[in-house]
């Protein structure tokens, strides 16, 4: 996970006090989790914390500066607002950085896969896979690269080799994607009873 850095201040827990924030251009946040007793109100600076969420969200460590206290956190929940999609609120929540996390990271396909060049349809079935490591260790995305995939692959996510220091907590029998023939070519090909589709070999996510 990418680390950056944001300064947040303490503030009062009031509905009122929180729309007036919003209006001055700063973002009502909580802060808990990891070394902590409770919640914290704090506020951040909206547009350092949009420019700074482009990175994406799900796989950044804020080092949050609080009035000179340090903590170091992932944004478990933001808030945002239905019409203008202004962030209205955020939930922080502390981590230690010699202990492992669990967030949920986007699945992304790369390569040219051998069953689409032959007429073949590649549908996405995941596009988002929970991983658990240190939060150093833990990636951007998990890349899957489809190019040796030919006709009739189903691949799961217990066939994905985890990068090193990462464990895939999503269910194993997750279906990430499958690659179907031809229409034509299916109808005329109908598997006997008890045939099963053929099955990739171990795919090696990139990081």
């Keep these: 996970m990418q680390r950056v850095s944001l300064k947040a201040e303490e503030r ?9 924030l919003r209006a001055q251009g700063t973002i009502p946040a909580v802060i808990y989790g990891k070394g902590m007793q409770g919640s914290k109100p704090v506020q951040v600076n909206e547009k350092e914390f949009v420019l700074l969420s482009r990175k994406g969200l799900s796989t950044l460590l804020f080092d949050l500066d609080i009035n000179g206290t340090k903590r170091t956190a992932l944004v478990k929940e933001c808030q945002m607002h239905v019409i203008t999609r202004r962030v209205q609120h955020i939930d922080f929540y502390t981590v230690k950085l010699d202990e492992p996390i669990e967030v949920t990271l986007p699945v992304r ?4 896969a051998k069953g689409v060049k032959v007429g073949g349809r590649l549908e996405q079935r995941l596009y988002k896979i ?19 995939f030919d ?27 499958t690659i179907k023939a031809p229409k034509a070519a299916a ?7 008890g045939e099963t589709a053929a ?6 996510p990139q990081q």
């Design 12 to 20: 009062g827990d009031t509905k009122g006090h929180n729309a007036q």
């Design 109 to 112: 396909l790369i390569g040219d």
């Design 130 to 148: 929970k991983v658990q490591a240190l939060p150093e260790k833990i990636p951007n995305e998990i890349v899957v690269d489809v190019a040796e």
């Design 151 to 177: 006709l009739g692959t189903l691949l799961h996510v217990r066939s994905l080799a985890a990068p090193e220091g990462i464990a895939f907590t999503t269910s194993p029998d997750a279906m990430i994607l």
């Design 187 to 193: 109808e005329a090909e109908t598997p006997a009873a």
């Design 199 to 204: 099955t990739p070999p171990a795919a090696t």
